[in-house]
């Protein structure tokens, strides 16, 4: 008779930039990966059903509740969780927009709320649109990020302290710094190449 095979298997996982390997029970969820083997508690646990937000991550840049994700099917994608936003003591812009204009209360959502926060700038960003997005065409471009379109995408997270005004705010700013920023870059890349251009004709003149 076959020996049962086992329930365990040795997995790595990619941590926000650190890998770390462990035993894990294919059974184990990533949530409790990371608040029980790796000490991540960042990522809360609420409902543990998926519907509250509160343990949200990003999955190579794409939100995902980690509840309802299995550790063993995470191996090999990029994880962020809460731990890795900031860059070290510097807070990302969407933690600074939560704190300048409290966009949390007891804080408990506060991880989730940031983690899908940073998915729903990139997805606006990106021209996804949302189910109360008007134009779907192409054409029509990206959507502005509106109070309605920032509480349509946020909807999977809730605040049972009712922050929702606050984080709407909080949203809202963040993405205005999102898109200052990568403004700021595109110039800066922008005038970079002309002035590579400039000097390229300037050694072609003197020679």
Same mark, same amino acid.
């Given at each position: 008779?076959?020996?049962? !095979?086992?329930?365990?298997? /040795? ?11 462990? %035993? ?32 949200? *991550?990003?999955?190579?840049? &794409? ?8 550790? /063993? #099917? #995470?191996?090999? &994608? #990029?994880?962020? @969780?809460?731990?890795? *936003? ?6 990302? !812009? /969407?933690?600074? $927009? ?7 209360? +007891?804080?408990?959502? @506060?991880? =989730?709320?940031? +983690?899908?926060?940073? =998915? *729903?700038?990139?997805?606006?960003? $990106?021209?996804? !649109?949302?189910? /109360?997005?008007?134009?779907?065409? !192409?054409?029509?471009?990206? %959507? ?8 349509? &995408?946020?909807? =999977?997270?809730? +605040? ?7 984080? *709407?705010? #909080? ?8 898109? $200052? ?16 251009? &400039? ?9």
């Amino acid at each position: 008779m076959a020996p049962a !095979p086992s329930t365990y298997s /040795v997995i790595t996982l990619n941590v926000n930039g650190e890998k770390y390997t462990l %035993p894990v029970d294919h059974r184990t969820t990533l949530l409790d990966a990371l608040r029980e083997h790796l000490d991540l508690t960042g990522s809360k646990k609420g409902c543990d059903q998926g519907q509250c937000g509160a343990c949200t *991550v990003l999955l190579d840049g &794409r939100r995902a509740v980690s509840c309802l994700q299995l550790a /063993v #099917a #995470a191996e090999g &994608r #990029a994880i962020t @969780t809460i731990e890795g *936003v900031a860059d070290g003591e510097q807070l990302h !812009p /969407v933690q600074q $927009a939560f704190l300048d204009l409290d966009g949390y209360q +007891c804080g408990y959502c @506060t991880p =989730g709320q940031i +983690c899908s926060a940073l =998915g *729903v700038i990139e997805e606006h960003a $990106a021209g996804w !649109p949302s189910a /109360v997005t008007a134009d779907v065409r !192409p054409e029509a471009g990206t %959507p502005s990020l509106s109070a309605e379109e920032i509480r349509e &995408r946020m909807s =999977g997270n809730l +605040c049972r302290c009712g922050a929702y005004v606050s984080i *709407v705010q #909080a949203v809202a700013q963040a993405a205005e710094t999102h898109t $200052a920023q990568s403004h700021t870059t595109e110039t800066g890349t922008a005038e970079t190449g002309t002035a590579e251009g &400039r000097s390229d004709e300037a050694k072609e003149a003197a020679a």
